[in-house]
């Protein structure tokens, strides 16, 4: 497979696989669907594939497939596969109800993953990297731009959303973008907090 990289997706259950497929596209994330007699050539050229999504099957091992494939992360779909998230190349489990968060964060988990591993392409990258942020739509490349320009500043910065909607991963890349990048980031959740106390802080 040649191409930009993508995430691949192998499971008996049709329903299932395509409703996952249609919920990595709605968050632009490139995926494809393949069957059992073409994932091996698909698994192979490392540098092309973001993640081996991996699912049910009644016909092949999903433990050599994980073990023959080191440098490949693999996300598991389904609870049945959860004895296999041991393997030091399984990233985590993805499970039903899709979750547009967790699914996001679990594709970023496997794009660190290959930056990371030894003799990556991208292990010694000089560009800003974007902790939790992927994507390459125009609403998240404004998001980017608007964190460098506020994380060189020392402005206080508002960050306005509905809950669950990635405030916290927009406030954590602010601050490693920012000269504070090598002091803590503490999260504070301010709906706890009195709003007396909070004005006084």
Do not use: W
């Not at 540098?47 to 009644?58: E, W």
């Amino acid at each position: 497979m040649t191409g930009p990289s993508k995430v691949l997706i192998f499971d008996e259950n049709q329903s299932r696989a395509q409703a996952l497929s249609t919920s990595l596209t709605f968050i632009d994330e490139a995926n494809q669907i393949v069957s059992e007699q073409d994932y091996k050539k698909y698994a192979l050229p490392v540098d092309c594939v973001t993640s081996f999504i991996l699912g049910a099957s009644s016909s092949i091992e999903h433990e050599t497939i994980i073990r023959e494939n080191p440098a490949i992360p693999f996300l598991l779909l389904g609870e049945t596969l959860k004895p296999l998230l041991s393997l030091a190349n399984v990233i985590g489990l993805i499970s039903e109800p899709f979750n547009y968060v967790l699914t996001t964060q679990l594709i970023h988990d496997c794009q660190e993953y290959h930056r990371l591993i030894p003799g990556s392409q991208n292990s010694n990258r000089g560009s800003k990297h974007f902790d939790g942020l992927i994507g390459e739509t125009l609403s998240i490349k404004n998001i980017r731009f608007l964190i460098e320009q506020v994380a060189i500043t020392n402005a206080n910065v508002l960050i306005l959303g509905e809950s669950g909607t990635g405030k916290e991963v927009v406030a954590r890349n602010i601050h490693l973008l920012s000269k504070r990048e090598n002091g803590p980031f503490v999260p504070v959740n301010c709906g706890a907090i009195p709003a007396e106390l909070l004005e006084s802080e």
